[in-house]
């Protein structure tokens, strides 16, 4: 299965902007489930300074700089990526380990789970209060497997809280959300995140797309597919394994992954400094388009 990405993200401003500096990281990485065959970044101005790189998680980062006088910034990204194989729920190896063992494993000296320590500590974004605590030990009783449990808190989110687009800001604190239950998929996330962490158990926020699929009979409209975000949790023998709060379902072949991080902090899609005095305005529009398919599109 192939899809296409486009994300565009365009910038008008009020007053002249004369030098900025970017980060983009828009580029989706290759792992087990997916193969980005090429990612082609288009700038407007075209930047003066233009380099490529890894951060710490190996997530694809494109540094640019432009030095002269512009009203517009454009950034468009291009890519497209081959699924490497149907997805569906499929349990990992060593679902019956429970999440104390998991717990314990990852909490040891070994060598080889050092790069999965440093998803256990909480960031500012990801601070569990009493309350995500308490809300947290529902889905994990003494015994419960971790992927079972970390399923239950999967629909459990998906049940208790309310999509609502514009009540939060990626500032809103995560007690917030907690109280008023709504928010969107960036918050979902990393309330999961808080849950599992406030048991020492290591988690990752997921950044990358979902593909929307119309109702039958309805022609797809252009860009309004969307950015969105899920966690993951660590299973040792089996790997990091995904779970979409927003949507009640272990990730398919409709979620596309770009990157990785603690937060959203360390996978910000489009992040810089500019020299201006005035306001601007955003447009940013996602269209994935599946151009080619070996199996039926199946819903969760």
Known sequence: ????????????????????H????????????????????????????????EDFYGNKLVYFTIEKEHKKLSVHV?????????????LPKNDLVS????????????????????????????????????????????GMSLFQGAKNLMT????????????????????????????????????????????????????????????????KLIGVDASHAWFSVYLPDSGWVDFDPTNNMIPSERHITIGWGRDYADITPLRGVIMSSGSHDLQVSVDVKRVWEGIQDRES
């Not at 989706?28 to 065959?37: H, L």
């Not at 291009?78 to 499929?90: F, M, N, Q, V, Y």
Request: hydrophobic letters at 40%; glycine letters at 2%.
């Open 156 to 219: 459990r989110i998906f049940t208790d809280f309310k999509f609502q687009s514009g009540f939060t800001t990626i500032s809103t604190p995560l007690s917030v959300v907690m109280r008023e239950r709504k928010g969107v998929c960036q918050d979902f996330a990393h309330l999961a995140i808080a849950c599992l962490r406030s048991l020492g158990l290591p988690a990752r926020y997921v950044s990358g797309y979902i593909e929307t699929i119309p109702p039958p009979g309805v022609v």
């Open 1 to 20: 299965m192939y899809h296409k990405i486009l994300h565009k993200t365009d910038y008008t401003y009020q007053v002249p902007v004369s030098l900025c």
């Open 78 to 90: 291009l890519s497209e990526i081959e699924k490497l194989a149907p997805a569906k729920e499929r």
């Open 22 to 53: 970017n980060i983009i990281r828009l580029i989706p990485r290759s792992t087990n489930k997916q193969f980005c065959k090429r990612s082609v970044v288009t700038i407007s101005p075209e930047p003066e300074v233009l380099v490529e790189y």
């Open 99 to 142: 999440w104390e063992e998991v717990c314990r494993l990852t909490h040891t000296l070994t060598p080889e789970l050092l790069d999965v320590k440093q998803f256990i500590a909480a960031t500012q974004m990801t601070m569990a209060d009493e309350a995500i605590a308490a809300y947290a030990k529902e889905s994990f009783p003494a």
